[in-house]
């Protein structure tokens, strides 16, 4: 996932260390390379859609009028929404509007995109903030922890993180909220409240969604930590340390961890990713009015204003995710950063 | 059904309207929801759900609902509404004209108070309600109902009523003689119109010149909007105004909850009082609950199996009589929908209904339906390919329990599959043998619809004259006795010589806190807040 392995090799090779002119020059040209491709990529998964998306203006047309519309309907219904123009111009002109800042109006024509599209990211955006939050460190402490035990408990854990990761998240979700919101009634049913309750109901309205997200991103960040640490404690570094006299809790963090947080880096980019925009079912589950809900909605519907805003908005998040990324694991790792070998 | 109700695939709600982008979710999401809940929720008892307590109705409430059946393009404008969470805020903000009866379709008076036709039925003329003021304080008067009308007529606004009303008058045809008075001249006859119209909950009249935006938009009735998140909720607050009494609840608030499962949880957790329908699934879930009652409505929809008679095998009517013959209607209630629901004899209304045909029974007869076959030339058995979608709510299940149904006779169904928004453009009216629900309606107006010569749905492509005369004579006769002799009558016209299927009518059902009282939800999809109290 890392972006960095888009750069040649031979560039890492060379004489080019930071802190000359010239390893300035070539981390700033790999890095302009780096966001001309992801803007092109962007740019063709929007082209992409955007054509699979209006194919049919017929079909759009019955999507939001209904099954019954008139040939008359249908025709001032294209008309209106510029679908009769050949589907290039009709890109082109969604492409020049959005840059510019106007996202235009959704496939009904009810609302515009932007105020519904920005609070549903920002929605999306504190749920994974609030998730990440408490089960990243949760599970790295966790990981640390067994790798360096080792024994029943490890054993004990590695089961019960495998069963969670394996249930699915609606039986999660749907357990979790029976419990929790039925039978205690701490929390509410639906999470509905997040973006227009009071602060207080807000909080509330997001614990049962996270508590269910969480529990598909512990055991993976968990195994990967525990893997990672068990692999950095037996090389000969660690060794090294250890009989240089450091005590065990600096070997154990700045030196073990700090290579085993290169793969770390990677899977919770990938766990931001996907908690940015795969959690449809929580929130469909728990009423989240978040982003997934909204693109699968768009999707189905043939919206393409709103999908493609969408499909950009998390584009360049994933972009930029990336980016810090490379720039965490290039900080943690002293080789990638240019230096001589 | 296609004249009334501007359906898409899917909903497993009353309406079934909305396009099924969470078909799949919902599915998934439902299927196993539904055996996590009956195995966690409560034990299932045949017990009762009269619980119409009396008692005399208190002031004073909000009512809280919850709905699955919602998107995000839902607007304010009756013409455009798709979805369960759009006709609910939308019938407690917009009145009708007039109000239909769900099983007689007789109209009473609600914004119009008389409506006299002409002696052929070529002009109406309404006089309107007076004393009668907007939310925003002006008063209704005859121009807003023009301009209603003139949005019916209207290509560009894309009102569902259009199909309904295009048919008989241009815009000119409108004209308003003084303030209380509206005037409609029609280019042919149509006694029905105005029950036709009505019937449909996209008529809401609307004021003159509204921009149906939330924060301006203004009904004539029980309730005024007082905010709409379109996808997430809406709230409404009493109109003490109204001209028809103010309404017990002093609020509603709505809030979409798109899984059922969790829409179930709400309402046995208390926090809902009323929902939007659930699939027949859960309703055991709601079940053996002293504080949650399950309402059901009684023949929601029927479901339509429709043959394309201008090709083989289907253009021989004795292909069609053993198709009927070998429908076990019984067993296909039972299988497909847990005997919720009523057998009928192919006719689109149920047998409540004045115009069913007294007397008409389904006829179950193996051994006949297989001779009809053998004596069209099928003596082996007759293929049929029949189009389907698993994403339209309710429609597998029919078409699978059907295809066991029939088996014995000979008649092997495949199953086509489309996706739910795939299957409206590409197999209805498209295919040789698809399937189709319709709502309950004038039987002209399915008339219009599915049989007539030039009807747009009319997917078997059979066209008889002798029906077209007798819906004629209808839409001129203005006695009402008159024409419900010649409704049966051309009932069972159209049922000997159309291929439509209709096995059954089956029923919707919905929860509702058992403290919740006077709350009217009819067959038409009218859900009447107006006279609901909470004990």
């Given at each position: 996932?890392?972006?960095?392995?888009?750069?040649?090799?031979?560039?890492?090779?060379?004489?080019?260390?930071?802190?000359?002119?010239?390893?300035?020059?070539?981390?700033?040209?790999?890095?302009?390379?780096?966001?001309?491709?992801?803007?092109?990529?962007?740019?063709?998964?929007?082209?992409?859609?955007?054509?699979?998306?209006?194919?049919?203006?017929?079909?759009?047309?019955?999507?939001?009028?209904?099954?019954?519309?008139?040939?008359?309907?249908?025709?001032?219904?294209?008309?209106?929404?510029?679908?009769?123009?050949?589907?290039?111009?009709?890109?082109?002109?969604?492409?020049?509007?959005?840059?510019?800042?106007?996202?235009?109006?959704?496939?009904?024509?009810?609302?515009?995109?932007?105020?519904?599209?920005?609070?549903?990211?920002?929605?999306?955006?504190?749920?994974?903030?609030?998730?990440?939050?408490?089960?990243?460190?949760?599970?790295?402490?966790?990981?640390?922890?067994?790798?360096?035990?080792?024994?029943?408990?490890?054993?004990?854990?590695?089961?019960?993180?495998?069963?969670?990761?394996?249930?699915?998240?609606?039986?999660?979700?749907?357990?979790?909220?029976?419990?929790?919101?039925?039978?205690?009634?701490?929390?509410?049913?639906?999470?509905?409240?997040?973006?227009?309750?009071?602060?207080?109901?807000?909080?509330?309205?997001?614990?049962?969604?996270?508590?269910?997200?969480?529990?598909?991103?512990?055991?993976?960040?968990?195994?990967?930590?525990?893997?990672?640490?068990?692999?950095?404690?037996?090389?000969?570094?660690?060794?090294?340390?250890?009989?240089?006299?450091?005590?065990?809790?600096?070997?154990?963090?700045?030196?073990?961890?700090?290579?085993?947080?290169?793969?770390?880096?990677?899977?919770?980019?990938?766990?931001?990713?996907?908690?940015?925009?795969?959690?449809?079912?929580?929130?469909?589950?728990?009423?989240?009015?978040?982003?997934?809900?909204?693109?699968?909605?768009?999707?189905?519907?043939?919206?393409?204003?709103?999908?493609?805003?969408?499909?950009?908005?998390?584009?360049?998040?994933?972009?930029?995710?990336?980016?810090?990324?490379?720039?965490?694991?290039?900080?943690?790792?002293?080789?990638?950063?240019?230096?001589?070998? | 059904?296609?004249?009334?109700?501007?359906?898409?695939?899917?909903?497993?709600?009353?309406?079934?309207?909305?396009?099924?982008?969470?078909?799949?979710?919902?599915?998934?999401?439902?299927?196993?929801?539904?055996?996590?809940?009956?195995?966690?929720?409560?034990?299932?008892?045949?017990?009762?759900?009269?619980?119409?307590?009396?008692?005399?109705?208190?002031?004073?409430?909000?009512?809280?609902?919850?709905?699955?059946?919602?998107?995000?393009?839902?607007?304010?404008?009756?013409?455009?509404?798709?979805?369960?969470?759009?006709?609910?805020?939308?019938?407690?903000?917009?009145?009708?004209?007039?109000?239909?009866?769900?099983?007689?379709?007789?109209?009473?008076?609600?914004?119009?108070?008389?409506?006299?036709?002409?002696?052929?039925?070529?002009?109406?003329?309404?006089?309107?309600?007076?004393?009668?003021?907007?939310?925003?304080?002006?008063?209704?008067?005859?121009?807003?109902?023009?301009?209603?009308?003139?949005?019916?007529?209207?290509?560009?606004?894309?009102?569902?009523?259009?199909?309904?009303?295009?048919?008989?008058?241009?815009?000119?045809?409108?004209?308003?003689?003084?303030?209380?008075?509206?005037?409609?001249?029609?280019?042919?006859?149509?006694?029905?119109?105005?029950?036709?119209?009505?019937?449909?909950?996209?008529?809401?009249?609307?004021?003159?010149?509204?921009?149906?935006?939330?924060?301006?938009?203004?009904?004539?009735?029980?309730?005024?909007?007082?905010?709409?998140?379109?996808?997430?909720?809406?709230?409404?607050?009493?109109?003490?105004?109204?001209?028809?009494?103010?309404?017990?609840?002093?609020?509603?608030?709505?809030?979409?909850?798109?899984?059922?499962?969790?829409?179930?949880?709400?309402?046995?957790?208390?926090?809902?009082?009323?929902?939007?329908?659930?699939?027949?699934?859960?309703?055991?879930?709601?079940?053996?609950?002293?504080?949650?009652?399950?309402?059901?409505?009684?023949?929601?929809r029927t479901w339509v199996f429709t043959f394309d008679q201008s090709q083989a095998p289907f253009d021989d009517p004795r292909v069609i009589e053993a198709i009927r013959l070998a429908t076990d209607r019984e067993t296909l209630l039972k299988t497909s929908f847990q005997g919720h629901g009523t057998v009928v004899a192919d006719v689109p209304v149920p047998t409540d209904s004045p115009f069913y045909p007294s007397g008409l029974k389904p006829e179950y007869d193996l051994a006949k339906a297989k001779q009809l076959l053998a004596d069209a030339g099928h003596p082996n058995g007759l293929d049929i390919e029949l189009s389907t979608s698993s994403g339209v709510a309710g429609m597998s299940d029919i078409a699978q329990a059907w295809q066991q149904v029939v088996k014995e006779a000979g008649i092997n169904v495949k199953l086509k599959e489309y996706t739910a928004s795939t299957y409206w453009t590409k197999a209805w009216l498209q295919t040789p043998a698809y399937q189709d629900y319709w709502h309950n309606n004038l039987p002209t107006v399915d008339f219009d619809a599915f049989y007539r010569k030039g009807a747009s749905w009319n997917g078997t492509h059979h066209e008889d004259p002798s029906l077209d005369a007798l819906a004629e004579q209808i839409l001129a006769t203005t006695d009402a006795a008159k024409r419900t002799g010649l409704m049966?009558?051309?009932?069972?016209?159209?049922?000997?010589?159309?291929?439509?299927?209709?096995?059954?009518?089956?029923?919707?059902?919905?929860?509702?806190?058992?403290?919740?009282?006077?709350?009217?939800?009819?067959?038409?999809?009218?859900?009447?807040?107006?006279?609901?109290?909470?004990?």
């Amino acid at each position: 996932m890392s972006v960095s392995t888009l750069v040649p090799i031979e560039e890492s090779q060379t004489d080019a260390s930071p802190r000359t002119v010239r390893g300035r020059a070539m981390r700033a040209r790999a890095l302009s390379r780096q966001l001309a491709m992801a803007v092109l990529t962007i740019l063709l998964i929007s082209f992409i859609s955007f054509f699979a998306m209006n194919h049919s203006a017929d079909q759009l047309g019955k999507n939001v009028l209904g099954r019954q519309a008139t040939r008359a309907q249908l025709d001032a219904f294209a008309a209106s929404r510029g679908l009769d123009r050949p589907m290039i111009v009709q890109y082109l002109d969604w492409l020049w509007h959005f840059v510019g800042g106007d996202w235009g109006k959704n496939l009904a024509a009810t609302q515009q995109v932007k105020p519904i599209v920005l609070p549903a990211f920002t929605h999306t955006s504190e749920l994974a903030v609030i998730t990440l939050v408490w089960s990243v460190p949760l599970a790295i402490a966790m990981g640390v922890a067994v790798a360096r035990r080792g024994g029943p408990i490890d054993r004990g854990l590695f089961v019960v993180m495998t069963v969670l990761a394996a249930l699915p998240e609606f039986v999660v979700g749907l357990t979790v909220m029976i419990i929790l919101a039925v039978q205690l009634r701490w929390f509410p049913v639906s999470s509905n409240a997040i973006g227009q309750g009071t602060p207080a109901e807000q909080v509330k309205a997001f614990v049962l969604p996270s508590l269910t997200l969480g529990v598909g991103v512990v055991p993976y960040i968990w195994r990967i930590t525990r893997a990672s640490v068990l692999e950095s404690l037996s090389a000969p570094y660690t060794r090294a340390a250890v009989l240089r006299g450091l005590r065990r809790h600096r070997v154990i963090w700045s030196h073990a961890f700090r290579s085993a947080a290169v793969p770390l880096v990677n899977a919770i980019a990938i766990n931001i990713i996907y908690l940015m925009g795969g959690v449809i079912i929580v929130e469909n589950v728990f009423a989240v009015p978040g982003l997934g809900r909204l693109l699968l909605a768009a999707i189905a519907q043939g919206d393409s204003q709103t999908a493609l805003a969408i499909i950009v908005l998390l584009g360049t998040v994933f972009v930029v995710l990336g980016l810090l990324a490379d720039v965490l694991v290039t900080y943690l790792n002293p080789r990638l950063r240019g230096g001589a070998r | 059904m296609a004249a009334n109700h501007p359906e898409l695939p899917d909903r497993d709600s009353v309406f079934t309207l909305a396009a099924s982008r969470r078909s799949v979710l919902a599915a998934g999401g439902l299927g196993l929801g539904a055996l996590f809940l009956a195995a966690c929720g409560g034990n299932p008892s045949s017990s009762p759900n009269d619980s119409k307590a009396s008692g005399k109705p208190k002031k004073g409430g909000t009512l809280r609902v919850s709905i699955s059946d919602a998107d995000t393009s839902d607007a304010l404008d009756p013409g455009l509404v798709l979805t369960a969470n759009a006709v609910m805020c939308v019938n407690s903000i917009f009145d009708r004209l007039l109000n239909i009866d769900d099983t007689t379709f007789q109209a009473t008076p609600s914004l119009a108070t008389s409506w006299t036709p002409n002696a052929d039925a070529t002009e109406w003329t309404l006089k309107l309600r007076q004393g009668v003021k907007w939310h925003d304080g002006s008063d209704f008067t005859s121009k807003d109902v023009a301009f209603t009308v003139n949005r019916w007529l209207d290509p560009k606004s894309g009102s569902s009523v259009s199909l309904l009303i295009a048919p008989y008058m241009e815009a000119s045809g409108v004209t308003t003689p003084d303030p209380s008075t509206v005037v409609l001249k029609l280019k042919k006859p149509n006694s029905l119109l105005l029950e036709s119209v009505c019937t449909h909950f996209g008529s809401g009249i609307v004021k003159d010149g509204t921009d149906f935006k939330a924060a301006t938009v203004a009904g004539t009735g029980p309730f005024k909007l007082k905010s709409w998140k379109p996808g997430q909720g809406w709230s409404l607050v009493r109109n003490d105004a109204y001209w028809g009494g103010a309404p017990y609840l002093d609020a509603i608030e709505a809030t979409v909850t798109p899984d059922q499962g969790a829409k179930l949880q709400g309402v046995l957790a208390g926090s809902t009082d009323v929902t939007d329908t659930f699939p027949v699934a859960l309703w055991a879930g709601l079940q053996g609950h002293d504080n949650v009652a399950l309402e059901t409505i009684k023949g929601e929809r029927t479901w339509v199996f429709t043959f394309d008679q201008s090709q083989a095998p289907f253009d021989d009517p004795r292909v069609i009589e053993a198709i009927r013959l070998a429908t076990d209607r019984e067993t296909l209630l039972k299988t497909s929908f847990q005997g919720h629901g009523t057998v009928v004899a192919d006719v689109p209304v149920p047998t409540d209904s004045p115009f069913y045909p007294s007397g008409l029974k389904p006829e179950y007869d193996l051994a006949k339906a297989k001779q009809l076959l053998a004596d069209a030339g099928h003596p082996n058995g007759l293929d049929i390919e029949l189009s389907t979608s698993s994403g339209v709510a309710g429609m597998s299940d029919i078409a699978q329990a059907w295809q066991q149904v029939v088996k014995e006779a000979g008649i092997n169904v495949k199953l086509k599959e489309y996706t739910a928004s795939t299957y409206w453009t590409k197999a209805w009216l498209q295919t040789p043998a698809y399937q189709d629900y319709w709502h309950n309606n004038l039987p002209t107006v399915d008339f219009d619809a599915f049989y007539r010569k030039g009807a747009s749905w009319n997917g078997t492509h059979h066209e008889d004259p002798s029906l077209d005369a007798l819906a004629e004579q209808i839409l001129a006769t203005t006695d009402a006795a008159k024409r419900t002799g010649l409704m049966q009558q051309a009932l069972l016209e159209a049922r000997k010589t159309f291929s439509y299927l209709m096995p059954l009518f089956v029923d919707a059902g919905y929860a509702r806190a058992s403290k919740v009282q006077g709350l009217k939800w009819n067959k038409l999809g009218s859900v009447d807040f107006s006279r609901a109290w909470i004990a």
